[in-house]
């Protein structure tokens, strides 16, 4: 079955810890993304990847990071300089045709708990 | 840029009573829009999108948005709801074409309850 995972799906650590969360399609799209989910604020964009090797900030990049060195993974890393990184997190990935809209499929999400 | 305003927070709603989800949006630029579902602890599902064409879009489990762009609006409805409709609902928009790629905007969300 084609899809995104996301794991894990509950992930608790202390303050001042970083963690890194996984997502990983088999969907052969070309463009990634995380978005970060409060209630009552809909899903905010962290960063972005279209391609292999190139990542865009979004609109609340500020203490998180990502790499994108295969297509197929996405990873997330919240830094203990995210002011406030309880959320539930979601992951998606869409193909990069240019001449059309490209429908983005979402993860299972990670919540993430900090203590 | 875009914004996306959700006019209401909660909706309570009888089992198989209508119900309408209202979606507001502000773009300076051509959208595309969509409404997504999200059932607890899970990720979104899309339930339809407009792209182009007829304003009015059919989409998974008789839903049903109308697309008004005179009112910027782009509101869900469902003639008959079920106790498993229940679920947090949102509105989005992306722009169409030019460098937002892949940027969808999203609305703060609706949760819907439907109760026997």
């Known amino acids: 079955d084609g899809g995104i995972t996301q794991s894990p799906k509950y992930l608790f650590r202390k303050e001042g810890q970083n963690v890194t969360l996984s997502c990983e399609q088999n969907l052969n799209h070309d463009a990634m993304y995380w978005y970060r989910q409060d209630p009552g604020q809909g899903l905010r964009l962290i960063y972005y990847?279209?391609?292999?090797?190139?990542?865009q900030k979004g609109d609340i990049a500020e203490g998180y990071s990502v790499s994108r060195e295969k297509k197929e993974s996405f990873p997330l890393t919240v830094t203990s300089a995210q002011k406030n990184p309880t959320a539930f997190y979601l992951c998606?990935?869409?193909?990069?045709?240019?001449?059309?809209?490209?429908?983005?499929?979402f993860g299972p999400g990670t919540r993430l708990t900090v203590l | 840029a875009q914004s996306v305003t959700q006019l209401d927070s909660q909706v309570p709603v009888f089992e198989e009573a209508p119900v309408e989800l209202r979606c507001n949006y502000s773009s300076s630029v051509s959208v595309y829009l969509f409404w997504y579902v999200q059932y607890p602890n899970q990720g979104l599902q899309l339930l339809l999108k407009?792209?182009?064409?007829?304003?009015l879009v059919k989409g998974i489990n008789g839903f049903e948005a109308e697309f008004n762009k005179s009112q910027t609006s782009f509101h869900l409805r469902k003639p008959s709801v079920h106790i498993s409709d229940t679920a947090e609902y949102f509105c989005a928009v992306i722009h169409a074409g030019g460098t937002s790629y892949g940027k969808l905007t999203f609305g703060q969300g609706t949760i819907l309850t439907v109760h026997p």
């Open positions: 990847s279209q391609i292999v090797n190139d990542f």
């Open positions: 998606a990935s869409s193909s990069r045709d240019t001449n059309s809209y490209n429908e983005q499929f």
């Open positions: 407009y792209l182009s064409g007829s304003t």
